[in-house]
């Protein structure tokens, strides 16, 4: 069963353009929720994070949105570059213990110029 | 500081053939994990561990072992391997004191079972 469910599949924007994935969860316990992005043949890498306590995190050009009633967060990359061409997880964890990450099933986004 | 290292990069096994995974980092985290990426499915927790000594399974632990011996290394077995092993295996540390959750990623191993 998929712990966290990811939108969409993949995602094509116009250099410039806005792009939005959307990720949802059923596990209330949740409280870390990040995104990592992963270049083609490079291990994935945190892009920012956020944790309930705050409906909105912006770093840059990358936005989350969180939503806790509707167990919902999204990510949006403003001003969308071709150098941000890539593969966007999302993924959720508990912070007590080991902080095991559950991860969507991943977006794969292409900017074109 | 090389981070999170993998060995080796790729490996093609025959079916039964036995097989362990490197994981090596030099960040003196005291977690560690093992997860799987298969196209579609995002990455599936194996193994992970909190410390030297101590491991415990993840999502998809069947098929796979686990050491850890020492603060640095947390070698992933495979005994008899099979074709649905096929996949990229990376390693991962983090320190909830040093790292506030955040999970640092080696390069990946991409195996291929035959």
């Known amino acids: 069963q998929q712990q966290v469910k990811q939108s969409p599949q993949s995602l094509i924007v116009q250099k410039g353009g806005i792009s939005i994935i959307n990720c949802a969860y059923e596990?209330?316990?949740?409280?870390?929720f990040p995104w990592y992005q992963q270049f083609p043949g490079k291990g994935p890498a945190l892009l920012i994070a956020?944790?309930?306590?705050?409906s909105e995190k912006k770093e840059g050009r990358f936005t989350i949105s969180f939503n806790k009633s509707a167990k919902q967060f999204s990510l949006h990359i403003m001003d969308s570059q071709p150098g941000d061409s890539a593969t966007y997880f999302c993924?959720?964890?508990?912070?007590?213990?080991?902080?095991?990450?559950?991860f969507g099933t991943g977006t794969r986004l292409t900017v074109i110029p | 500081n090389a981070g999170v290292t993998q060995t080796p990069k790729f490996r093609i096994l025959k079916i039964g053939q036995s097989m362990t995974l490197q994981c090596t980092q030099d960040?003196?985290?005291?977690?560690m994990y093992w997860y799987r990426q298969d196209p579609g499915m995002g990455l599936k927790l194996i193994y992970y561990?909190?410390?030297?000594?101590?491991?415990d399974k993840g999502e998809v632990p069947n098929g796979y072992n686990v050491s850890r011996s020492t603060t640095e290394d947390f070698p992933l077995r495979l005994e008899l391997a099979a074709p649905s092993q096929t996949s990229v295996y990376f390693c991962?540390?983090?320190?909830?004191?040093?790292?506030?959750?955040?999970?640092?990623f080696g390069p990946g191993t991409r195996l291929l079972v035959l």
């Open positions: 960040m003196n985290h005291n977690y």
């Open positions: 991962a540390s983090s320190d909830l004191w040093q790292t506030e959750g955040t999970q640092y």
């Open positions: 993924a959720a964890s508990q912070e007590t213990g080991a902080n095991n990450l559950f």
């Open positions: 561990s909190v410390g030297a000594g101590i491991t």
């Open positions: 596990n209330t316990a949740f409280d870390y």
């Open positions: 956020i944790r309930p306590d705050v």
